[in-house]
């Protein structure tokens, strides 16, 4: 008997699918439901590994599942290929962006085409296509006559060395990821979508997202950040109000907690400071000082707090104390009014300021059963309570507080009740050559002009260079220089270059027809929107996924699509980690060139080129900086791709993360070379036993049962843990006759298709099948079949399990009762003892109560 050989095999069927275009999507309706399946598109960074395959793999065995099942598969790829890094490339490289992207981009499909992924190929697109970023020009033309695109002066992270803004994300311990500068803060009139227009509208919606992850929508609740509170005024007291002002507008969510304030905080970029800073160099430079600092809200909060003392007082509304004003780096300008008033017993970060600053610390809230001296310390009190040191809200709950503080300001005239959003609009302006251009021209006129329509795309210039750092575009003889579609004058083009977050916004839409005239084929869309099955990392949780979301209900409301909820279904997928290995210099090692070897009970690695020992490090998520990838080609090479896709998905549930080991690998690979002999070695017309038959015939739906459950449930390795338990009946059920065999077979083939779809094709072939497994239907079980025929049931002696007991499913708990107390292990157990009761839930447990 032959072994199989994945080298020859897998090419093989990968030549027929293509042959075939097997997995071309249907361009019309076929009768067949229609399921969409789609994983988050990839950065053609240059190579793919294990760690981006699990992602893929997982969204194919849904395709190829869903396939089986009678649907119509639309299962695409594209490429998010904008970005900073291809600039990066370009000036460490002296290439051009475009040839680094799509020499990459090559380089990865190649990759892809390795793992026999089902994937529509016919469609594929990457966004730095001017066919694509010119479509996505003329829908942010539609919503710039909307308004719901504008220009306002932002704040942004600067890097003066490189001359760009920078994402929060991209400040590391104040200074620029690349360049390593100091950031700065900086006010630069910029492009924003109005996404906060529907706040409301992307919170409700999370409540119809049922096949959502709830971590997921309670992380985008928690980005909008919908709070209900009072929006307050707290007016200068006499003589020490800054010029022109007579009080600081306040929002607070714990209006309950007003008898607490100590002070009031101001951010750094508030109006008011920047009034004083203009006006005193001291706190202009404490400004300046904390402009360096991070800006997102958890660096924010993580950083040492620091203030500055304004000398200005406010006067308390209710009980006429006077507090002073500080300016604070820990507080936000972009949410609510950029100030806060301070309470530090039931804050943290108020709490741990006033410490600093020896400000006052006035418990109001407490908790039930406290008594009136509760205190706090170092940590403040945030629970639920009673009011307590708070004149007329003294013994209220914390709501009932609230509706009675706002009230009560309400009537005074110095505020009102409000909504607000933690949510901002949504900043796209990004000061780079490699991105979509914004389709605008600036006219001293006319102002900023839309590029017409018969314009579009506008398309970047390829005659740049990027040795002197900072935009080419803004440097661009031609190119920059148009006249004014209005007027016919002198003008310039909008040199600022669309965030890549856009180009990703709208993308699952695009697949639906990429060679439609319009940005989106509405009846295309239609037929296959929302897409089905969304798979993609958890850190796009929140980002990717809103904008998303609000693109969606922008293009809607243009008249574009019709879908508003872009992603019915969504799975984060864990990672694919691995060991580390490092030399004595820090330089890491890729697996390929280690030998692990166990000396005394010790795992040791020695580098297999230079036979120097090595420092095992953590297990980390895979990654090109750290060197501890596996490639497909490298699987292909060692054990077949099949063996790779089974072993991501087999050795733990696909929402957490898998560890890469060689022998898990060779755990797969030993399956393979299993299913394979059983189909080799397969005698149609052998004799069998009926008894045996019937047997086999009940393994066999019970598989297909549990395989089925498996894959629905996106419990894949449940479903795989089956079909190696299957395999192992097959071999010993060998006294089973040809047909009852045949019939399992054919099964374990269209059950393993979509795991291992190269094995699959051989295996369905060695049987005689006619066609590819491919366009073979999806086993149905019989559930009569497919039940189990007995039931083990735990015996519990007075909650404590003694014995278990195998009847029949189904045995009434009369007759259950009487095999109980008749078996000899029980009656060893109770040693003679009374029974006083005795509960038996059916199919389940059966409970002893003794004396």
Not at 76 to 101: I, Q, S
Not at 749 to 762: Q, W
């Amino acid at each position: 008997m032959a072994r199989y050989d994945p080298k020859a095999a897998e090419p093989r069927q990968q030549a027929r699918w293509q042959a075939a275009n097997a997995f071309s999507a249907p361009q019309a309706d076929d009768g067949r439901p229609t399921y969409y399946v789609l994983e988050m598109f990839p950065y053609p960074s240059g190579n793919i590994h294990m760690g981006h395959a699990r992602n893929y793999v997982m969204g194919d065995v849904v395709a190829r599942f869903k396939r089986a099942q009678g649907f119509a598969v639309l299962h695409p790829m594209g490429w998010d290929a904008f970005g900073m890094p291809a600039e990066n490339a370009a000036m460490e490289r002296k290439v051009h962006p475009k040839a680094w992207t799509y020499d990459n981009i090559a380089n990865m499909r190649s990759q892809l085409k390795l793992l026999g992924l089902s994937l529509d190929w016919d469609r594929e697109f990457a966004t730095c296509d001017p066919e694509y970023y010119g479509k996505q020009q003329a829908w942010f033309l539609k919503l710039f006559e909307r308004g719901l695109v504008y220009r306002k002066d932002g704040v942004v992270n600067w890097d003066p060395v490189d001359n760009t803004v920078l994402a929060n994300e991209q400040v590391i311990d104040g200074r620029g990821w690349r360049s390593g500068a100091v950031v700065e803060k900086r006010k630069l009139n910029q492009w924003f979508l109005r996404i906060t227009d529907y706040a409301d509208e992307l919170i409700d919606g999370l409540a119809t997202l049922d096949r959502w992850p709830d971590k997921v929508r309670l992380m985008q609740e928690n980005w909008i950040g919908r709070s209900r509170g009072l929006r307050m005024s707290w007016r200068f007291a006499e003589g020490a109000a800054p010029e022109g002002r007579e009080a600081v507008e306040v929002y607070t969510t714990r209006p309950d907690t007003l008898f607490g304030a100590s002070f009031i905080g101001l951010a750094p970029d508030h109006p008011i400071s920047q009034q004083l800073a203009a006006a005193n160099p001291a706190v202009s430079d404490f400004v300046a000082e904390c402009r360096k600092g991070g800006s997102s809200q958890a660096e924010i909060e993580q950083a040492e707090k620091i203030g500055f003392d304004t000398g200005l007082k406010v006067v308390h509304p209710f009980d006429g104390r006077e507090l002073p004003v500080w300016i604070a780096n820990f507080i936000l300008s972009e949410y609510g009014t950029g100030a806060i008033f301070a309470c530090p017993a039931h804050d943290q970060r108020d709490l741990d300021f006033a410490r600093k600053y020896d400000l006052p610390v006035i418990p109001v809230v407490k908790p039930d059963g406290a008594g009136e001296d509760f205190d706090v310390a170092d940590e403040a009190y945030v629970g639920p309570g009673r009011i307590f040191h708070s004149d007329f809200l003294d013994g209220l709950d914390i709501e009932a507080a609230k509706a009675a503080a706002i009230e009560k300001i309400e009537a005074m005239g110095q505020g009102q009740g409000a909504t607000i959003y933690r949510l901002r609009d949504w900043g796209v302006s990004r000061q780079r050559y490699w991105g979509c251009p914004i389709p605008i021209i600036h006219c001293e006129s006319c102002g900023a002009v839309p590029v017409p329509d018969d314009q579009l795309p506008v398309v970047l210039p390829e005659d740049v260079s990027f040795d002197v750092p900072g935009n080419p575009l803004d440097r661009h003889p031609t190119w920059k220089h148009v006249a004014c579609p209005s007027c016919g004058g002198k003008a310039v083009r909008e040199t600022d270059t669309l965030d890549t977050f856009v180009d990703s916004s709208w993308y699952f839409a695009r697949f639906a027809d990429p060679k439609a005239d319009a940005p989106i084929d509405r009846a295309a869309a239609n037929r296959w929107l929302p897409v089905d099955q969304y798979i993609g990392g958890v850190e796009h949780a929140v980002l990717h996924l809103l904008y998303a979301r609000f693109i969606s209900r922008a293009l809607s409301d243009a008249g574009l699509m019709d879908v508003r909820e872009p992603f019915a279904g969504l799975f984060t997928q864990g990672m694919v980690v691995h060991e580390t290995y490092r030399r004595a210099d820090g330089t890491w090692v890729e697996p390929t060139d280690v030998e692990i070897v166990t000396e005394g009970g010790a795992r040791r690695a020695r580098q297999l080129s230079t036979g120097e020992t090595l420092t095992i490090g953590d297990i980390e998520k895979m990654s090109k900086s750290k060197k501890n990838v596996v490639a497909p080609a490298e699987i292909l090479e060692s054990h077949g791709v099949d063996a790779g896709r089974l072993f991501v998905l087999s050795d733990s549930p696909p929402e957490r993360d898998v560890q890469w080991t060689a022998g898990g690998l060779e755990g797969a690979g030993r399956f393979v070379q299993r299913a394979w002999a059983l189909f080799d070695a397969h005698e149609a017309d052998k004799p069998g036993d009926p008894a045996a038959d019937e047997a086999l015939s009940r393994e066999t739906h019970k598989a297909i049962k549990a395989v089925t459950e498996g894959v629905e449930g996106f419990r894949f390795n449940s479903a795989i843990a089956k079909l190696y338990a299957f395999v192992a009946t097959l071999r010993d059920h060998d006294k089973a006759g040809g047909a009852a065999r045949g019939e399992a077979l054919s099964a374990l083939a269209r059950l393993i298709a979509p795991f291992t779809p190269h094995l699959a094709e051989e295996g369905w072939t060695r049987l005689g099948m006619e066609g590819m497994v491919l366009d073979a239907p999806w086993p149905v079980y019989d559930p009569a079949l497919a039940a189990d025929d007995e039931v083990v049931l735990p015996i519990q002696v007075n909650g404590k399990r003694r014995a278990e007991i195998r009847v029949a499913r189904g045995m009434e708990p009369s007759q259950v009762e009487a095999l109980v107390l008749a078996d000899e292990t029980v009656k060893a157990k109770l040693e003679g003892q009374a029974i006083k009761k005795v509960v038996v839930v059916k199919d389940r447990i059966v409970n002893l109560v003794i004396a």
